[in-house]
């Protein structure tokens, strides 16, 4: 194999990548025309909003019309594609968030149309900074190797810290990016470190072949000598997550740049973002457990290539990946049979066991067993911290967009609760794994919407207020009814109470630990939705119960725009709350892919 | 599909209302008022129609629509089943249908949803929110009664919750938001207790486990009958709260394992779910909310509150607790009469010490539906003697009770709420000679009361009599002070009667407001003291519908507890009650020549069924043999429960 020969592979898997990459590929080009338009017609203020929003649609429909194939792949046998040399891995669950950042910025876009938060000469620009921003959330979402992890938290982040101090004048908002942007850095620091230390235990950065070498270390003598190195390695790389998705203890940020950053950037920060630090944690997660199921399960070409082409797609994509795994999965090719594969991977669905007992039995079981148990345990004690101390550090605010800050942080701790369980019975239940993933999935789905809806809220109001504390909102049903009762369904959707949206996301969640048996988390979830009634029950009855002040008395009703906004994302709670059937088929189909 | 039809139109007939009156404008309050009533009034007529032959055209399609779904009386099992896929992902079902349990509540619900509308014209702040709310409470309750599906219960139990807070908050007295935080947060705690039992419910059913006769039996849908006849390495969970009740009573049932320090699943899941519904009871320790959340709700409201949400807490014990979780109700039999007795004792004692009307009224409630958990919890059931008509008629008496309590406790809110709109306060001191001024009122006040207390003739007399009558089997304790807290009760409301509406004259402030009862004050009071009269003297018109039901609910827990027995003689908890020893001292007193003949039976009555049954636990030799000459005896005894039932109440009311 020569050089020439090597160049023209990696060519031609560039570009089968990148036709797997299109959607993002179409966001690229946006933030270029949107930097371009800024350059050449600057007195069309209105210009970027549509212009960032048909990119964006554009990347919706082109993610969409992806789905199809990557829905058909498990049935090849094959689960996903890799892409970029096995940098990062194309499947349903990753397309799954792809699409949902792309619908949300999409609406995202024409909410920040209505408030028009950034001077209209700085239009532009945000936009850049947002859809760049969201660009690292979708290398995030198929990341499969932890330099992409890394590349993707980056490309996220960055922009994000812009985001965050864009209104200048205002000092808290300066504060809250050089906040965000140091506590950014440190975390991204431990983290390297932590990825340096895995790296060295594991001898790769690429998730998969990490996991198989974590699974081929039978010897328990060799596994305690470097168990110390690998532990710290998780907890470092668990730190720059952890921090992302705002979870106790490396939330403090969170508060500070929230109150001090504009609604709409809190809005972002709070919903997408984190949703991307979620799916990352869950591919690291995978990838380590070692329950890729693509390696050595090489899918019939003939088949493959007549889906691909059906559905237009590159005919020959492949998992390129790193020598160790393709020994592997030639070896398994090798014995004739394309579904044989080592035992460190045998996927266990058939043998699907619905008791606990592997948990029970004494012995401490094959190290991936051990790093699932240990990334489980981690994982449920930042998901119990985060749900509890969220919910009462929220009670005592009074600033609105502090107090969803707060909220943020134990929905953190919500959303983390299925993955909890996903990772506990990753490797003895597999079915009920996917299902606990399928559940966060539906979470996240339903939390951008009614977490949009919060801050949307906060922004509405301050643009009608001046102002972000709550008492000042006092009897706000008088002058906006049709607002008003929006907003207190986006409340009690928070809360979780049916038959609205929120109620559905916390009973799969609470489904899937009940699935894993991890009884404690599941009572520290329920008890804490008691809890997070009473302030998110202020703002409603602040809002609703309370006498009107003169102030809010003589105030003209809030714009039609605002009203719909929040009466159509009011609306899809309540629908989404009684006919979720669909979301959940669907987030099913995309954790299928693991 | 007919039946389908009238019963989703029963439930969301108000949900349509409410969109209707969305779009009507908020000035037009009188229109809202009487679509308001008119919608709820439809409703209850359809609902009555469940159980009235129609004097239609019988060709007329609607009318033929509605005849077919008619209630069939003396019947046990569930009619008018609605059962339509709502999440395959989660087994869940749109799940609907009626049996004897459910079909007196849910008349009881849509009659006083009628009345607390009618009430509704004393409202007279943000009309239009007030209405939508009421009605969308109205199909949350009627939701509750009939759904049959665990999940679907819940979301309705969960939706009443939101429209009751904002009507306490805000059309509520001066600590409106204290008391509808309060109640708010009472009753999500116990959901959130319901909701882990749900999922460990959920989790731990598996529908495979009953024989495909069972499944047709416990009305699971064809498809999931279908599915589970597959071969399939994978459990097929279930929210079918008859399949769960067949699970539970099951020999193996999945909820017999281990749960948490060394109790089981079904020990867990049966306390997260009494405590859950207990609230809503409400019972003594978690009945604060009750007092606050009556004193500040708007008389309508308070009717509502009363009348039907208190009823939930002991609908769901008795649907959903005690038939899936028979082992743990068996074992914790003890606990539930004790808080339905500390509950009757002490709302009686609070009730007395009131001199708020509306807050004497409220804890008149905790002391009357302590009467209720009592007569679903005195497990008379005794291994051995298997004589379940005591506790059927405890049962009998606890849902009668509960529809009692529904017409005299919200008549009560309402005689109070008539009162409070004419002198603006509710200080029992500061009233008198009422009698003089509103005659009318007064005696429409007086049946009601009476009601309350428990005179023969009147409702409230029948339910409490029977739990009185059938606690006496479980523990003479229990019901002797039962017993006497009907004196407690006779003493609190007569002393009632004479500070608030006898003595010569009245002297409290606004005496000038004390005008006679307007014709629509009037139809309310005299609307619920009728039914209150007819109930008392012919309590079979309710009875016809209710005991079947009642008795398939104990027959098939006392159908495990003897099928428990057979496979396992020391299977079942002994040391249950409370004082064991009591009653089995009152046992074999009980029947002295039984006690005399015990050893010249004890060859002959050796017949294999006898010898299986009297196989029991805790017994010593002599105890067994009193037990099996017990069973003997009884078993001559007519069958007919019902009768009993009725002989029961004839003779108590004769004597």
Known sequence: ?594 | MATAIVLNLIIFLPTLAALILLFVPAWATEAIRRLTLGATLLVFLISLRLIVPGFGDPHNPLEQIISQARFVAGEGGYQNIIQIPWIPSFDIFYFLGLDGLSLPLVLLTTFLSVLAAAASWSITKHVKAYSILFLLLETGMLGVFTALDFFLFYVFWEVMLLPMYFLIGIWGGPRREYAAIKFFLFTLVGSVLMLIALLVMYYNSDVRRLSEQQRREALLHESVITKSLAPSEKPLHTFNLVALAKLGQAEDSPFTQQGLFGKSLAWWCFLLLLIGFLIKVPSVPVHTWLPDAHVEAPTPISMILAGVLLKMGGYGILRICYPIFPSAAYELAWLVSLLGLVSMVYGAFAAMAQKDFKRLVAYSSVSHMGYVVLGIGAWSLVPGIWDSQYWKMGMNGAMFQMIAHGLSSAGMFFMVGVLYDRVHHREIDRFGGIYGKMPAYSALAFGLFFAALGLPGLCGFIGEVLVVLASFRYSVTIAIIAASVMILTAGYILWTIQRVYLGPEYRGPHAEGLTPLTPREFSIGAALLIPAVVLGVYPQALFQYMAPSVERTVDEIAGWMRRGEIASPNGLPTAAHPNDAIREGFVQNWQPEAKANANTNANTAGSTEERVDTNTEPNTEANRKTNMNAKAELSTQPKAEVNLVAHAVASAEGG
Not at chain 1, 139 to 147: E, G, N, P, T, W
Not at chain 1, 454 to 471: P, W
């Open chain 1, 1 to 594: 194999m020569n050089l020439l020969h090597w160049i023209g592979q990696l060519e031609g898997d560039a570009y089968r990548s990148l036709r797997l990459f299109a959607p993002e590929g179409l966001v690229c080009a946006t933030m270029l025309l949107l930097l371009l338009s800024r350059m050449l017609l600057p007195s069309r203020r209105r210009l970027p909003y549509w212009l960032a929003f048909v990119g964006v649609f554009a990347a919706l429909a082109a993610a969409v019309m992806q789905w199809p194939f990557f829905a058909l792949l498990p049935q090849l046998p094959h689960t996903a594609v890799g892409g970029f040399t096995g940098l990062l891995r194309f499947d349903t669950l990753g397309l799954f968030f792809r699409i949902l950042f792309f619908g949300f910025s999409a609406v995202f876009i024409l909410f920040l149309g209505m408030t028009r938060l950034p001077p209209d000469e700085d239009v532009g620009e945000f936009l850049v900074l947002y859809l760049a921003s969201i660009l690292g959330l979708c290398v995030m979402a198929s990341a499969d190797h932890l330099l992409m992890v890394l590349l993707g938290m980056e490309m996220a982040g960055v922009p994000s810290y812009i985001l965050a101090g864009f209104i200048k004048s205002r000092r808290a908002s300066g504060e809250a990016a050089v906040k965000f942007a140091l506590f950014g850095a440190a975390s991204a620091g431990v983290m390297l470190y932590g990825m340096t230390l895995l790296a060295g235990s594991l001898g790769s950065l690429h998730l998969p072949t990490m996991g198989m070498r974590l699974a081929a270390w039978t010897d328990p003598s060799a596994f305690a000598a470097r168990a110390p190195v690998l532990v710290l390695g998780l907890l470092m790389l668990l730190v720059g997550l952890a921090f992302k998705l705002s979870a106790v203890p490396f939330h403090f940020w969170v508060p500070d740049v929230f109150e001090g950053s504009a609604a709409e950037v809190g809005a972002y920060l709070s919903t997408v973002s984190k949703a991307g630090a979620l799916i990352l944690l869950i591919r690291v997660a995978s990838g380590l457990l070692g329950a890729d199921a693509t390696i050595p399960r090489l899918p019939d070409p003939a088949q493959f290539a007549a889906a691909a082409s059906r559905f237009d797609m590159p005919a020959d994509s492949r998992p390129v990946i790193r020598e160790g795994v393709i020994q592997a999965g030639a070896a398994a090719d090798r014995n004739g049979d394309p579904n044989v594969r080592p035992v460190a991977f045998a996927r266990q669905d058939s043998t699907a066991e619905h008791s606990t007992a592997e948990h029970s039995t004494s012995e401490l079981g094959s190290p991936a067993q051990l790093v699932s148990r240990f990334l489980a345990a981690v994982i449920a004690v930042l998901a119990a911290v985060s749900c509890t101390f969220g919910n009462l550090a929220a009670y005592g605010q009074r600033n609105f967009k502090r107090l969803l800050a707060y909220s943020t942080i134990a929905h953190a701790g919500y959303m983390l609760m299925p993955v909890a369980a996903a990772v506990a019975m990753w490797r003895t239940q597999p079915e009920l794994a996917r299902w606990a993933l399928a559940a966060s999935a539906l979470y996240v789905a339903i939390y951008l919407i009614m977490n949009l809806g919060a801050f949307a809220t906060t922004a509405f109001l301050r643009d009608a207020f001046q102002s972000e504390t709550i008492d000042d909102f006092a009897g706000w049903i008088r002058v906006s009814p049709s607002l008003t009762v929006a907003v207190a369904v986006i409340m009690f959707s928070l809360i979780g109470l049916p038959p609205l949206a929120g109620f559905v996301a916390k009973f799969a969640a609470f489904a899937s630990l009940t699935y894993s048996g991890l009884w404690a988390l599941l009572v520290i979830g329920a008890v804490n939705t008691a809890i997070s009634l009473f302030y998110y029950l202020r703002v409603v009855k602040v809002m609703v119960l309370d006498a009107p002040s003169e102030a809010v008395a003589a105030m003209p009703p809030m714009g039609k725009g605002a009203v719909t906004f929040l009466a159509v994302l009011a609306a899809s709670l309540l629908v989404l709350g009684v006919l979720w059937q669909p979301l959940f088929t669907w987030a099913k189909a995309a954790a299928g892919a693991l």
